[in-house]
């Protein structure tokens, strides 16, 4: 990737058991304890013929959203990519022998 670019970044995370994968322009340790904060998100062209229905309701629920919150624990991989991909939401597939981290419980 040349250096005049700037970098593209694909985003996993899981939100209410399904599987959000994103891509923005920047990402960063938020100021807010335990977030990672995303930043210029980014869709594919309209001018495609095809539609595809998920990416649609990406570009919905995310219309008019400057920066998104997403919680650390959530965040599934992040790549650097060299170009745009898809948008998508898909149901997230249990039975996997990998477990989230414990954390301690919250205070009431």
Not at 80 to 87: C, D, L, S, Y
Not at 97 to 103: A, C, G, K, S
């Amino acid at each position: 990737m040349s250096k005049d670019k700037q970098p593209i970044f694909r985003v996993i995370f899981l939100n209410q058991g399904q599987v959000y994968e994103l891509y923005a322009r920047h990402i960063f340790q938020s100021d807010l304890w335990g977030f990672l904060e995303i930043e210029e998100l980014l869709f594919g062209e309209r001018s495609q013929v095809l539609v595809d229905p998920a990416e649609e309701k990406l570009k919905t629920q995310f219309e008019g959203v400057e920066r998104s919150f997403i919680p650390l624990q959530s965040i599934v991989r992040i790549d650097e990519v060299e170009r745009i991909g898809q948008a998508k939401i898909s149901e997230a597939k249990g039975g996997g022998n990998v477990m989230n981290f414990p954390m301690p419980p919250q205070p009431s």
